[in-house]
């Protein structure tokens, strides 16, 4: 078996060694998934398909949540929240060993993303009802419903120009659409303002680690107190909005550039 270094040259994207500001948090947890990777590989002999993982980890994280809605024990509650985040590890291991194995595919690409969708967004719906049915306040729950709805729209509100090039590539040969990267002089500084940095911080909203990361801190500090649990969600929500709408303004004002740049294969 190959050394974790040398896994990691096999598995892992080229990125890794070229990183940018934005991936911080694949370097961080793809530091310790691949020593799961490895125990993975060793066990199964190479038997053990990446799509198989990938089930496993979809069942495996919806039974979590489950229970994270309805435990109301501190350690118990802990213990559920670093299982998600051992689920949240095992996402990262199906790829790593299809890479290994040279067998990525389709499938297993839409098994990321239903996984995506079900569990990792599920993750701040199921904390809304924890503290619904521990407090009986009814704003939890609409706090964990639109935080589930926000964190899909953060995930795919940045793949949208994807979903138009499709469009785009479709109907390019009979002239439907024209490319038009000119900004307007207000234009210009609405999108300077969407750029600024204050408004960039609230992108933290979509890392569903750093949110798991508090959960893990109030849990142990402040388990019973639901005024800080309500802030936390209000919060998380707020913010998660505030990246909506800039990313749906952003992606109106580059769309054509965006388009062009996918059609070079520069984006």
């Given at each position: 078996m190959e050394t974790i270094k040398a896994l990691r040259d096999i598995c892992q994207s080229p990125k890794r060694k070229n990183p940018t500001a934005s991936d911080w948090g694949y370097l961080k947890h793809r530091f310790l998934s691949i020593y799961i990777t490895k125990v993975v590989l060793q066990l199964g002999k190479g038997k053990i398909k990446p799509n198989s993982i990938s089930i496993f980890n979809i069942l495996f994280g919806i039974i979590v949540l489950a229970l994270l809605a309805l435990i109301q024990v501190q350690f118990l509650f802990l213990l559920l929240l670093f299982l998600f985040y051992f689920s949240f590890l095992l996402d990262k291991v199906d790829g790593e060993v299809a890479r290994y194995q040279k067998n990525v595919t389709l499938r297993g690409a839409y098994l990321d993303v239903v996984y995506h969708l079900f569990v990792q967004n599920g993750f701040i719906l199921v904390l809304g009802i924890n503290r619904y049915l521990i407090s009986?306040?009814?704003?939890?729950?609409?706090?964990?419903?639109?935080?589930?709805?926000?964190?899909?729209?953060?995930?795919?509100?940045?793949?949208?120009?994807?979903?138009?090039?499709?469009?785009?590539?479709?109907?390019?040969?009979?002239?439907?659409?024209?490319?038009?990267?000119?900004?307007?002089?207000?234009?210009?500084?609405?999108?300077?303002?969407?750029?600024?940095?204050?408004?960039?911080?609230?992108?933290?909203?979509?890392?569903?680690?750093?949110?798991?990361f508090l959960v893990i801190v109030l849990s142990i500090l402040c388990f019973n107190s639901m005024t800080l649990w309500f802030w936390l969600l209000l919060i998380w929500v707020a913010m998660s909005m505030i990246y909506v709408l800039r990313f749906l303004f952003l992606n109106y004002f580059y769309i054509d550039t965006h388009i062009e740049l996918i059609h070079k294969k520069e984006l």
């Open positions: 009986g306040e009814q704003r939890f729950l609409f706090l964990g419903m639109a935080g589930y709805f926000l964190f899909f729209l953060s995930r795919y509100i940045r793949k949208l120009k994807y979903f138009l090039y499709v469009k785009y590539r479709l109907n390019k040969d009979e002239g439907q659409f024209k490319i038009n990267k000119k900004l307007g002089r207000v234009e210009k500084l609405f999108v300077s303002v969407l750029n600024s940095f204050p408004l960039k911080l609230y992108s933290i909203s979509r890392r569903h680690d750093a949110f798991l």
